[in-house]
């Protein structure tokens, strides 16, 4: 049986990068909020930069409850879904914005129209016959404010190319409209990223220094960047990345209206007799425990959105809470993030330390910025590279052809090599399918018994050939910046756990098709939301976290505007 606690206006399950965004507006409108992490509060003693620890035996990820629960994945219903060894995901305060590589990206204009767009540009025809894509219920305009608003909580650091239509071009002269400049100038460029950046001029295209959750200079009483990259995989030991469990988590707790409670793991949330959400059900330790609210907003990441949505079984919801359409788990897709470019130059580039997020872009080949006319797909891909070199990935270069992977010919190679090497990291479209969808594994359970999530998902003809087609472009770039020797990775087929996971609850004004509505709640549950990439329904060719940011802080914000009909108080 399990023990209630005493009633509070609002719980939010998951503290991490959205969640841990939404808490501030809900108590800065004076909205008493409980916060159940899975995970623990980290200090910075805990993000030491030691690259054997963090990238290698991948700490502090491989001691958290996640790893309990890797989901499972297959390429199509005919394969058996199989469990890889580690998951994506942290639990902790902050969750997965203590150790990303904090690039924040806003979505373009096209992103949250690309079916109508497509059509008008193009023709219906264009769209792949089998993929489930709809236009957002709202356009960029409507996100903007809060796009804004992340970036100045939060702290981060770009040049814009678009102020109120005001083009620059050292920015992004692609991107939509914004209000103001970012808060901080963008991070230090690089002797790389200098070369890359003069050399994609001669191309004629439009090179800039990508945005990033990471102070540039002093903001917030946090210092600057120390541009030793060991981040990447760790957290910063000098708080300078702008990690929710440094900006907005403790400025709601100072009202005193935000209790956070850790190693909570959520077992279901409860409904009650009118289908309308009570609580959630919680353990900690070897307590359960029943958390009352008058509103619940689920902010798990989104396999565990999808995830607590099934198991929180009702009469009302037998097949899942607010799965009674059933579309929970369904239009799942991730970021199309293989497929890198590396090359060999014929010297140093000097590209020791830094860190991920210090690099430059190309948005020429990105979603509808360039005339798909001559090419047979839709949507394309924001190139990237970056300064971010460190001892052992230097030492796991690939030798080219040209030396063996090991001896001496190996050591000889390396010692020569390894300052003359980069990859990029190219972000691209994808579409959610029919085919591609979440649901719970039939055999496959964590320690406590319960199933975990199973994947079922591959990359479509539309995104195998946008992976080919920037590609190209990236070798063309790097070929013109000099290198003597390209190396493509393949390109994959089958979609495996990713940071960059989306759909599952996908936000629209129809209820057949979606879970939440245009602000985030439930169409089956009017006092659940949902918060996170869950409720996106494209992923443009971005990083997706400042936009599943600034969708929470929507959200929160919608909520407190409208407590008395949503909480039905």
Known sequence: ?????????????????????????????????????????????????????????????????????????????????????????????????LHYWAQSWRLSPWDFKVVSETTRRYGAARLPAD???????????????????????????GIAGNVQGRLNSNGNIFEGARAREYPMPPLRSSGFTDMMSDAARRLGWHPFQGPAAINSQLYGNRPGCLYHGFCDRGGCHVSAKSSTAVTTIPEAMKSGLLDVVTHARV?????????????????????????????????????????????????????????NAGQVGRH??????????????????????GLPAQGVAIDDWADDNFDHGDVDFIGGGNLWVHTNRRPMSAARMSTFGRAPSWGSEWKAFIMQNADRSNSSYIQKTTLPYESNYLDLDPTVK???????????????????????????????????????????????????????????????????????????????????????ASV?????????????????WRTAEHLAQNWQRIAGA
């Open 1 to 97: 049986m399990a023990e209630q606690l005493q009633k509070t206006d609002v719980v939010v399950i998951g503290l991490g990068a959205v969640g841990g965004v939404a808490v501030l507006p809900l108590v800065s409108a004076g909205l008493r909020v409980v916060g159940l992490e899975a995970g623990s509060w980290l200090s910075t003693r805990d993000f030491a930069p030691d690259e054997l620890r963090n990238n290698s035996r991948d700490w502090p990820q491989s001691v958290q409850k996640a790893n309990q629960e890797v989901p499972t994945s297959r390429a199509n219903e005919s394969e058996t879904a199989t469990q890889g060894s580690g998951h994506p995901m942290m639990n902790a305060v902050g969750g997965t914005s």
């Open 131 to 157: 993929s489930t894509v709809e236009d957002w219920p709202f356009a960029l305009e409507e996100l903007e404010p809060f796009y804004d608003k992340v970036e100045y909580a939060l702290g981060v650091s």
């Open 267 to 323: 077992m279901k949330i409860v409904t009650d007799s009118n289908g309308r959400v009570s609580g959630v059900e919680y353990r900690r330790g070897n307590d359960t425990l029943f958390q009352p609210a008058d509103v619940v907003l689920l902010a798990s990441h989104t396999y565990e959105n999808s995830r607590i949505l099934l198991l929180s079984t009702s009469g009302d919801f037998p097949n899942g809470l607010a799965n």
């Open 332 to 353: 799942y897709f991730s970021h199309h993030q293989g497929a890198p470019v590396t090359a060999l130059f014929p010297h140093n580039l000097h590209n020791w330390y």
């Open 446 to 532: 964590d320690r406590l018994g319960i199933p975990v999530i199973r994947i079922t998902a591959e990359y479509k003809e539309n995104e195998l050939k946008i992976a080919a087609f920037t590609q190209d472009k990236m070798e063309q770039w790097f070929r013109e910046a000099g290198a003597v020797e390209i190396l493509r990775s393949g390109l994959g087929r089958a979609m495996g756990p990713s940071t960059h996971a989306y759909g599952g609850t996908r936000m629209g004004d129809n209820a057949r098709s979606n879970v939440v509505d245009r602000h985030g709640f439930a169409h089956e549950v009017p006092n659940l939301g949902v918060l996170g």
């Open 536 to 552: 996106m329904g494209t992923s443009g060719a971005r990083n997706p976290t400042l936009t599943a940011q600034a969708l929470a």
